[in-house]
């Protein structure tokens, strides 16, 4: 399968806690996104990369939030002192920059953060 | 960034032709129209995209009048392995995709 993957799938802490999250894009792509979705909501952008360069944040990523991508490669998201108002699902997305035209994200499934 | 608006929930018999409209008054010039499909606990899986007229795909079709205020996402005959929710985005290109506003979509549910 050469699909975006996220790693872990679910994760269960306790409040004040941190966790990171991996995210592995499809090859190619030079583009890598963040999104958070609660229950009943859309997707929200969290924030998004070209190659290693972290190009734009939301408002929504606060400073217990970081995100890295040092090769351009996987990325990962780590949240600090976790709250209970993180518990959401952490998607990831990937596209390809092509000339001019439109290129659709690619999606995984997601990590289901829950805190405790 | 554009916002779209979308009806809250839909409901279809099996088989039926499904249309599903999306407003976007204040779409740029440079803006594409995309619809994803998420199931639960999975990511949004991309439909279709398009500019302008009409595009069609092995799944769906996209419908986009002229002055693109507005699409239509057609689902021929669907089934209940369609029952989703479904997004429209607006999204400018080159480089536009990088924020796109998902809103709360629109639940499908295929009755059989």
């Known amino acids: 399968d050469t699909g975006v993957s996220q790693d872990p799938r679910h994760k269960i802490t306790k409040r004040g806690q941190n966790v990171t999250f991996r995210c592995d894009p499809i090859?190619?792509?030079?583009?890598l996104y963040w999104y958070r979705q609660t229950l009943g909501q859309g997707p929200e952008f969290l924030t998004y990369?070209?190659?290693?360069?972290?190009?734009?944040k939301s408002r929504l990523l606060s400073d217990r939030f970081s995100a890295e991508r040092p090769k351009g490669s996987f990325s990962t998201l780590e949240i600090q002192r976790t709250e209970q108002g993180d518990s959401a699902m952490y998607l990831c997305a990937s596209s390809l920059e092509q000339g001019l035209e439109g290129q659709p994200q690619h999606f995984g499934d997601g990590t289901r953060l829950s805190i405790l | 960034l554009a916002k779209t608006t979308q009806p809250i929930s839909m409901d279809s018999y099996e088989g039926q032709e499904v249309n599903i409209t999306c407003s976007h008054n204040?779409?740029?010039?440079?803006?594409?129209i995309t619809w994803y499909q998420q199931f639960p606990s999975q990511g949004p899986r991309f439909i279709i995209q398009g500019y302008k007229t009409k595009v069609t795909n092995e799944v769906a079709s996209l419908f986009i009048p002229a002055d693109r205020k507005s699409s239509t996402l057609s689902l021929p005959r669907v089934s209940l392995s369609d029952t989703a929710v479904y997004y429209c985005l607006v999204g400018a290109s080159p480089g536009g995709y990088q924020k796109v506003t998902f809103g709360t979509g629109t639940k499908l549910q295929v009755i059989p």
């Open positions: 990369f070209q190659n290693e360069a972290q190009l734009e």
């Open positions: 090859s190619e792509h030079n583009r």
């Open positions: 204040n779409i740029a010039t440079n803006d594409y």
